[in-house]
């Protein structure tokens, strides 16, 4: 079936510029969008344009998962044009780029090249103890070239540092007091301050 707005054409005139169809922009969405973005999800919920994209900067949120996911989702959406490359896995991954388990990736530095990289921070009663130098790590080396890293944390202060130790609660704890706490998928962050900041609660 032909899109009645573009006639097929994936552009349409918008004042003086042609912008792209949103026909358009759903096929590029799911080319785009990694599947554990989107966790089944075929198309690109609408209502997620009523969320502000998170900056491209240093990030760690805490909250229900899903609605990162779409914060995230929304935000990927919105940077799709700049071929922004990203990564987009759970913490322990880490592990398995450290042992050469990984099929992508033979070692940490590797992740580097992504111009920006999702980490689903999980917690667990019985966590790997190789996990928390890892993400200081990779977080360190990143911070180091510049380029930006959001982390997920489900749970907050005194449960994180029991579940990974002082250093990296610490790396993850807000310098200033902007917090983006994630309680559903209407809810906006609120600006952040400074660039080389990882924000948490």
């Not at 229900?64 to 989702?73: E, G, I, N, S, T």
Request: proline share 5%; with cysteine; charged share 20%.
């Amino acid at each position: 079936m032909i899109c009645p707005k573009c006639r097929g054409s994936k552009h349409i005139r918008q004042g003086r510029a042609w912008v792209r169809c949103d026909c358009a922009r759903l096929v590029t969405n799911s080319l785009y969008i990694k599947v554990n973005i989107r966790c089944g999800e075929l198309s690109y919920p609408v209502e997620l344009d009523l969320i502000d994209p998170l900056p491209l900067q240093d990030l760690s949120v805490s909250g229900d998962y899903h609605a990162f996911r779409k914060m995230v989702w929304r935000s990927l959406t919105s940077l799709e044009a700049r071929d922004l490359v990203y990564e987009y896995f759970d913490a322990y991954r880490l592990v398995e780029i450290y042992l050469g388990q990984d099929t992508t990736y033979t070692r940490l530095r590797d992740l580097d090249s992504s111009g920006l990289v999702v980490i689903a921070l999980g917690v667990s009663d019985l966590p790997n103890r190789m996990l928390p130098a890892l993400m200081c790590q990779l977080l360190t080396q990143r911070k180091m070239t510049g380029r930006p890293t959001w982390v997920y944390t489900p749970k907050v202060g005194s449960v994180l540092r029991a579940a990974y130790g002082n250093e990296l609660t610490d790396l993850l704890s807000p310098i200033k007091p902007t917090v983006y706490e994630v309680a559903g998928t209407k809810t906006a962050p609120t600006g952040a301050t400074s660039s080389d900041n990882f924000i948490g609660s």
